[in-house]
């Protein structure tokens, strides 16, 4: 099933949230809804060195999660994945905003199946 899972966010959220537990919040929507192996999911965290939201001034802030799924999922499937990860995101995010806004989104894509390639290579 190969998911694989992007988050990005304005430098000053992400710099005081506590990743792992959203991260493996993440991971376990990925199991439960879209039926992945926990062993599959893998998450990078994009560093980001600035946002600049609406008027830029720091009122707002933004967490985004891209997951690539390959092909064969039901849409409802994905639409369930997406709206479970922006529960995770909002979760994890509200005790930090400290009177600011959050945007947070979620993108379910699929790989193309004739294009994608891997390669592991074992310790």
């Known amino acids: 099933m190969m998911p694989q899972i992007r988050l990005e966010g304005s430098p000053s959220l992400m710099a005081v ?5 959203m991260l493996g919040a993440i991971h376990e929507a990925v199991v439960r809804i879209a039926g992945a192996q926990l062993v599959d999911c893998k998450t990078l965290v994009l560093d980001t060195r600035a946002d600049h939201i609406n008027r830029g001034d720091g009122s707002e802030t933004m967490l985004h999660v891209e997951i690539r799924l390959l092909p064969g999922r039901e849409l409802a499937t994905k639409q369930a994945l997406g709206a479970a990860v922006a529960d995770v995101l909002a979760e994890a995010a509200t005790p930090h905003l400290n009177g600011r806004s959050l945007s947070a989104s979620v993108d379910v894509l699929e790989f193309a199946r004739e294009t994608y390639a891997k390669r ?3 310790a």
């Open 120 to 122: 592991v290579v074992p």
């Open 17 to 21: 949230l506590d990743l792992k537990p």
